[in-house]
């Protein structure tokens, strides 16, 4: 229950981030009249800011939440995020299926969690 609470909250957050600075870079693009480069710097922040939080939120959440030796939620749990996340956030999907992927996400992060590594 825990890890699907954590992968929820952090998906939520930064699907958000990521979905907000791609528009932010499309309305760079825009304002620069499409000139050739125009948006791509705040193109390539955005997919940085969307995507590098997600193992620390990961991490972070499981271990306030007392969790320990969760590192299979963490790095299968960023790869899938690059892959979810990415496609809900650069694809405008519906908002039906977006909600459906980020379910789908908090789910994976959910049986992830089960699976714990051995301690020190």
């Known amino acids: 229950m825990k890890g ?5 909250a952090a998906a939520i957050v930064c699907y958000w981030v990521w979905a ?3 528009e932010w870079a499309d ?6 009249g499409h000139a050739m480069g125009a948006g791509w710097f705040e193109t390539l922040l955005a997919l940085i800011t969307g995507f590098l939080p997600m193992p620390d939120l990961l991490w972070v959440g499981m271990r306030l939440l007392g969790e320990r ?6 790095l299968v749990g960023a790869a899938a995020w690059l892959i979810i996340g990415g496609h809900v956030a650069d694809d405008c999907v519906s908002v039906t299926a ?5 379910a789908l ?6 049986l992830l969690s089960l699976v714990e590594l051995p301690g020190e």
Do not use: C, K
Request: overall charge negative; aromatic content about 4%; proline content about 0%.
């Open 27 to 32: 309305d760079v693009a825009e304002a620069s």
């Open 98 to 102: 977006t909600a459906a992927l980020l």
């Open 20 to 22: 907000s600075l791609l």
């Open 4 to 8: 699907t609470l954590v992968s929820a």
């Open 105 to 110: 996400f908090a789910v994976i992060g959910g």
């Open 69 to 74: 030796g969760n590192h299979l939620l963490v």
